[in-house]
């Protein structure tokens, strides 16, 4: 069964940093929910897309015909949004008639009675995305627009922009539940933060690569020994049976990836009273013996016939291996095996873990 949504969120908000909302996020949740709570509009941002263009290129991307807003700022900053036909109409017949119809508007100029019914919409947008942010830089682009003016026509809209570069947020709503669509642009001034502003946003810019490599999980399993069970013997077995470790050895501990995959061979113990697993990189090693393998090593170990002179000139000279290599490569010391007592493996396991011993056990 998957997580829900909300499940997801809440997971992700408790495990890891909480990262600050973005101004196109906020933007469109203010925009939503102003026309929803001002006016009881649906509307619903279907599509956004954000940019940064210079003061000389953002009139140039407007259409002929749309409803341009202007807003000033205590600081002498000018932002402006430009609506068009459509989400006008929607707007206005909202506020008149309490319904918006799907009949395309019919195409006329735009008053000043028209922009003194949008205004306040546009005014609540910008004071509810306010309250979203969380970035300085964001605060500051928000901060203190009211209504002003509207702007006949383009070249009034680039005679009215006064800073160099501006931020540009396009968006595309859904009006009346999908009775009509619109199209809403947002420009706010690209304002250079002061210091107190600029320390405050590199504080929420999150860690760096390596100060964030710290807190990855990785998933890794140990692997101390592996064993065969016929399937008779595996469904038989109950709570308390004591399954014997064959061949298993704390200092040849298999490292698997979370596919399964062996990663690298290390040695089972402990660091600061957790569990470790130190890995051997300069000692590789064959996978831990299976009772397979282990027989087939015994077999492996019988007489084996020697090649006289003749034969070995007349095989490459990568096949040429000794019967004693092939036996010093799968020799054990028996110094690193485990006591042949199960209960003192058990034992010496545990200790290295960091678990308590079983109850009775005593020291080995």
């Not at 949008?118 to 609540?124: K, R």
Request: proline share 5%; aromatic share 2%; hydrophobic share 40%.
């Amino acid at each position: 069964m998957t997580k829900s949504a909300l499940a997801r969120k809440l997971s992700a908000r408790q495990g890891g940093v909480d990262t600050p909302r973005s101004i196109l996020r906020a933007l469109r949740l203010g925009l939503a929910r102003a026309a929803g709570d001002g006016m009881g509009l649906a509307l619903a941002v279907i599509g956004a897309k954000q940019a940064l263009r210079a003061q000389e290129d953002v009139t140039a991307r407007l259409k002929q015909g749309w409803l341009i807003l202007l807003f000033g700022s205590d600081h002498g900053s000018v932002a402006a949004v430009c609506l068009d036909p459509g989400c006008v109409s929607a707007v206005i017949q909202q506020q008149t008639i309490a319904i918006v119809t799907s009949d395309p508007p019919s195409e006329r100029m735009f008053t000043d009675t028209d922009a003194a019914m949008v205004a306040p919409l546009i005014e609540d947008m910008l004071g509810r995305a306010q309250k979203l942010v969380e970035s300085p830089a964001d605060m500051a682009s928000l901060s203190g627009f009211e209504f002003t003016s509207r702007a006949e026509d383009r070249r009034s809209l680039t005679l009215a922009l006064m800073d160099e570069a501006y931020r540009v947020f396009d968006l595309t709503v859904e009006l009346a539940g999908g009775s009509r669509q619109g199209e809403v642009c947002v420009l706010l001034p690209d304002r250079p933060l002061s210091d107190a502003e600029q320390e405050a946003e590199n504080s929420l810019a999150g860690k760096n690569l390596d100060q964030a490599s710290g807190v990855m999980r990785a998933e890794l399993n140990a692997v101390i020994s592996r064993i065969s069970l016929p399937l008779t013997a595996l469904s038989e077995l109950t709570v308390g049976d004591v399954i014997p470790l064959q061949g298993a050895r704390v200092d040849r501990v298999e490292v698997l990836s979370i596919d399964r995959a062996r990663m690298a061979i290390g040695r089972l113990g402990q660091c600061g009273g957790m569990r470790a697993v130190r890995i051997n990189e300069h000692n590789p090693v064959a996978t831990l013996p299976t009772k397979d393998e282990q027989s087939f090593l015994a077999r492996k170990s019988g007489p084996v016939s020697k090649l006289d002179d003749d034969e070995k000139s007349a095989l490459p000279d990568e096949e040429i291996v000794t019967s004693e290599q092939e036996m010093n490569d799968t020799l054990l010391n028996p110094d690193d095996i485990l006591p042949s007592n199960p209960d003192q493996r058990v034992a010496e396991i545990s200790h290295l873990a960091g678990l308590p011993a079983p109850e009775g056990d005593g020291p080995y």
